[in-house]
């Protein structure tokens, strides 16, 4: 593979202002090396080929909420790649009970409606994160002193408005998310549903989930279940456990947050299969890979090669497991991602740099997707 572009520190520094200035037709990467007529189709969307779904991660609220930058959505070179490069959507935030429910009365739905309202103007299909989950509840909830009775109430009134409100519309809910510590021991202290309410309340929420949107897929979501483990066999007694009831679980989702302090989970293939044999869709959901990075400094090229590999990997692990039919990045670019604030010492862990220009990982997530859908080698790919 040739060589990319590596930007110096300065650059990035720079870049990481940049966002306002550039424009969108100018955006740096896209089309500068594609014959003329043909930068349209140099994207990851046009890659995929309709093969999988490929998506990112909308970046909104969370982490964003403390930085000095604007919200990205109002950016319009970020609107611009978002509704180019990928034909999927999640919201990073914007459909979390603490966003939606900022108190017990209140739906707030102006901008997980945005997401919707985007996706629908590009054509693209939308993953709903996340309906039952331990971390971002309001204090109201987490704090408030119901009974299990209402517990049970508050979360069937949340599903049923959340999920009924864009009926039809989701492609992939991640119904449940995070329920199992690394041990694969249920978080029976810290998830407020499970605490309070026990562990049937999952077959519940997959339940009302279905009543309130038929179409949409259901799915199990987590972080470190790329590979057979602890962890991912719980997941994979407990699914089966629910099937056997007739729970109406669709999918089982790995979030796929990779560092490359750790090896590459080799057995992701085997560990999504496993799951397709039950009868599953499996999906990638929120696909990251960080590295070391002190503050302000550039990746090493032996760094962005790595990155790239891992990154080619798990896409190639996507299209390679049957039913596997989604692949989501989790953001872009690396001033957006949640990373630096949560790793300690990690960073530059999306596929793009802070001025839209392309990392070794984006050409290898696009040529891996390019493989897999025939149009490898087409013009518009050349580089
Ligand atoms: C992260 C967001 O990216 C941040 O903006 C927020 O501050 C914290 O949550 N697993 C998940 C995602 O299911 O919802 C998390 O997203 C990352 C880990």
Redesign the pocket.
Known sequence: MKRRQVLTATAVATAATLGTAATASAAPGHGEHTPPGLAKKDTLAWAAGGVIEIGS?VAG????TEQDYPTPMSEEIYRETLGREVTSLSA??QM?WDYLRPDRETFDFEDADEIMDFAQQHGQVVRG??LLWHA?NPTWLEEGDFSADELRDLLKEHIDTVVGRYRGRIQQWDVV??IFTDEGELRLNDNIWLRELGPGILADAFRWTRAADPDALLFF?D?NVDGVSAKSDAYYALITELLAEGVPIDGFST?G?LSLRYDFPEDITENLQRFADLGLETAIT?LDVRMDLEEGATPTEQQLEQQADYYRRMTEAALSVEGCNSLTL?GFPDVYS?VPGTFEGEGAATVLWDDYTRKPAYYAVQDALAEASGRAGHPALRR
């Open positions: 991660a609220g969370g982490h964003h990073e935030n979390k994160h996340t971002q998310n995070e979501n972080y979030q947050h929120e989790w949640w």
